[in-house]
T-cell receptor, first 115, second 114 residues
Framework: DTAVSQTPKYLVTQMGNDKSIKCEQN?????MYWYKQDSKKFLKIMFS???????INETVPNRFSPKSPDKAHLNLHINSLELGDSAVYFC??????????????FGAGTRLSVL | GDSVTQMEGPVTLSEEAFLTINCTYT??????LFWYVQYPGEGLQLLLK?????DKGSNKGFEATYRKETTSFHLEKGSVQVSDSAVYFC?????????????FGAGTRLAVHP
């Protein structure tokens, strides 16, 4: 079983469209994250949810809206897609409470191409 | 704010060569330090970690020592293989009550040739 799974793996769409990326983790972790990796491989955190509560929101345009229906899921919805949104988006999870919070486990990524 | 600086790549080596990828950090407090590896087309995998000064993390022949005096966490391997070709990321964990945030270096691409 994949620990952190994202869908879709590839997403090609036109500028101005709205799209969603889904993430699920089966590790029982209490915290989930979204990272963006640009074309130069640079990784930057976008959001983090702890027990369904938003705790990190890193100066991301409000066209990006994360939603966490439960601890095991964190979805990312993007409105009015722009060319600059093209990147690989990674979901991750970790167990923060209980002293194991430093290790984050990553999904395989979603490659978003905006045309 | 906290930051991580890695040596620029790509690093190109022949099989069985010695590898060093430099990593230095700037942080307030005492972060945990990590090396993650990203194989082509895949997500990031934890390679090794160290949680306090002088700790040595090791895995799959790779090792790195948390050096507080030089704020460094250099990755080394004595004899690389073609299968080690990947992008390597140094990271620190910035932690506050209720969350932890990974801050990554820019990544170093390693290419190993037979």
């Amino acid at each position: 079983d994949t620990a952190v799974s994202q869908t879709p793996k590839y997403l090609v769409t036109q500028m101005g469209n709205d799209k969603s990326i889904k993430c699920e983790q089966n590790l029982g972790h209490d915290t989930m994250y979204w990272y963006k990796q640009d074309s130069k491989k640079f990784l930057k955190i976008m959001f983090s949810y702890n027990n369904k509560e938003l705790i990190i929101n890193e100066t991301v345009p409000n066209r990006f809206s994360p939603k966490s229906p439960d601890k095991a899921h964190l979805n990312l919805h993007i409105n009015s897609l722009e060319l600059g949104d093209s990147a690989v988006y990674f979901c991750a999870s970790s167990q923060v409470s209980g002293g194991q919070g430093n290790i984050q486990y990553f999904g395989a990524g979603t490659r978003l191409s905006v045309l | 704010g906290d930051s991580v600086t890695q040596m620029e790549g790509p690093v190109t080596l022949s099989e069985e060569a010695f590898l060093t990828i430099n990593c230095t950090y700037t942080a307030t407090g005492y972060p945990s330090l990590f090396w993650y590896v990203q194989y082509p087309g895949e997500g990031l995998q934890l390679l090794l970690k160290a949680t306090k000064a002088d700790d040595k993390g090791s895995n799959k022949g790779f090792e790195a020592t948390y050096r507080k005096e030089t704020t460094s966490f250099h990755l080394e391997k004595g004899s690389v293989q073609v299968s080690d070709s990947a992008v390597y990321f140094c990271a620190l964990s910035e932690r506050s009550p209720g969350y932890n945030k990974l801050i990554f270096g820019a990544g170093t691409r390693l290419a190993v040739h037979p």
